[in-house]
């Protein structure tokens, strides 16, 4: 069965500092790997995608992730942090394109003047 | 373009009673799906619709829900009866019809709070 681990519950940072949410998945083969953000009151939104080619992957809002098959590694990244930013973010896999996602516990990001 | 609806926002009650929540996705989009966060908790798939079909039910967690989709417009979630463990958020997506090669974004909506007493 495939799953999803963010390690980091709960991150801080300034605002213009860079970011890196880390995303570890488990399955065999390469899943369709995606991140997501939800700000309060809101569903979630996808802010990029990853099925194949390039790893290194851009979406929006300024965000990238990197594609990492030998750590089966996926994490999101930001140069410089902006207050709405401040939000949760989930890595979720999936075995289509189509069909359900797995989704990580989720990361809480504070964003500090 | 309206996105994805979903009502009510918040609902409680107590053990035992009947709670139906609805979600109406974006208009032409045949894939619904419906997920659920239990507090403290990872988001988990329940079932997938497919128009008016069940593609994938694999995560609903007993035969106290029941999910249909009229007419592969709709959709509704019915617990009966509510249990303590059924407290969490309850989201729907929707994405279009599967096309060969392409991928269909799944778009979420606010999510329902259910908080059972």
């Known amino acids: 069965a495939q799953s999803v681990t963010q390690p980091d519950i709960h991150i801080t940072v300034s605002e213009g500092a860079s970011l890196e949410l880390r995303c570890n998945y488990s399955y065999g083969a390469t899943p369709y790997l995606f991140w997501y953000v939800q700000s309060p009151g809101q569903g979630l939104q996808l802010l990029l995608k990853y099925f194949s080619g390039d790893t290194l992957v851009q979406g929006i809002k300024g965000f990238e992730a990197e594609f990492k098959r030998s750590q089966s590694s996926f994490n999101l990244r930001k140069p410089s942090v902006h207050w709405s930013d401040a939000a949760e973010y989930f890595c979720a896999v999936g075995r289509t394109s189509y069909g359900k996602l797995t989704f990580g516990q989720g990361t809480i990001l504070t964003v500090h003047p | ?117």
Not at chain 2, 8 to 32: A, F, M, W, Y
Not at chain 2, 69 to 92: H, I, M, N, W
Not at chain 2, 96 to 112: C, M, R
């Open chain 2, 1 to 117: 373009e309206a996105g994805v609806t979903q009502f009510p926002s918040h609902s409680v009650i107590e053990k035992g009673q009947t709670v139906t929540l609805r979600c109406d996705p974006i208009s032409g989009h045949d894939n619904l799906y419906w997920y659920r966060r239990v507090m403290g908790k990872e988001i988990k798939f329940l079932l997938h619709f497919v128009k008016e079909s069940k593609q994938d039910e694999s995560g609903m967690p007993n035969n106290r829900f029941l999910a249909e989709r009229t007419g592969g417009t709709y959709s509704t979630l019915k617990v009966q009866p509510a249990e303590l463990e059924d407290s969490g958020v309850y989201f729907c997506a929707s994405s279009q019809a599967l096309a060969h090669s392409s991928y269909n974004e799944q778009f979420f909506g606010p999510g329902t709070r259910l908080t059972v007493l």
